[in-house]
């Protein structure tokens, strides 16, 4: 399996302060995406990071990729409370199918 | 808004009972997908439909079962359910071809209780 598997389960933070999380995977993949999911709502996809890419940056996501570790994280810079979500890594083997890790659940404290 | 719209919100239903989930994309993809998400489980990939056609069941039960009309519609007719088939149900489409078709766009989800 390609499962991605996000470190930590979850995460609490101060506003303004800087969250990492990390994803693991295991097979090789065409590319690896960041999705956030609001309580009870659909993903939003936030970044992908294709498998000869190191650094990617949007806004206030800074996302790596190494793929000889077979590893990835996100990095929200300067948080906010509406920043609190679930965050999921999903990684693309190929053939469309995207393969969610079980998601880093992040909490802003004002 | 993802421009992928999911009818009804919420749905509960009997084992015995029939009941269908509609998809709508407004964003010209061509593909469509349906994820299920449990509680305490990754998510995961049901169909994956390309121009209308299915190209993908993740070994999903027959009482599941989905269909296509346009590359615009999906549905997921539901009937025999078990309880263990509550879950978030999600659509999701993209590109079918091109550089950004492994991006894709999800609805906000029916939830599906099953009594």
Known sequence: ?110 | ETGVTQTPRHLVMGMTNKKSLKCEQHLGHNAMYWYKQSAKKPLELMFVYNFKEQTENNSVPSRFSPECPNSSHLFLHLHTLQPEDSALYLCASSQARGGNRNEQFFGPGTRLTVL
């Open chain 1, 1 to 110: 399996s390609q499962q991605g598997e996000e470190d930590p389960q979850a995460l609490s933070i101060q506003e303004g302060e800087n969250a990492t999380m990390n994803c693991s995977y295991k097979t090789s993949i065409n590319n690896l995406q960041w999705y956030r999911q609001n309580s009870g709502r659909g993903l939003v996809h936030l970044i992908l990071i294709r498998s000869n890419e190191r650094e990617k940056h949007s806004g206030r996501l800074r996302v790596t990729l190494d793929t000889s570790k077979k590893s990835s994280s996100l990095l929200i810079t300067a948080s906010r409370a509406a920043d609190t979500a679930s965050y999921f890594c999903a990684t693309d083997g190929g053939a469309q199918k995207l393969v969610f890790g079980q998601g880093t659940r992040l909490t802003i404290n004002p």
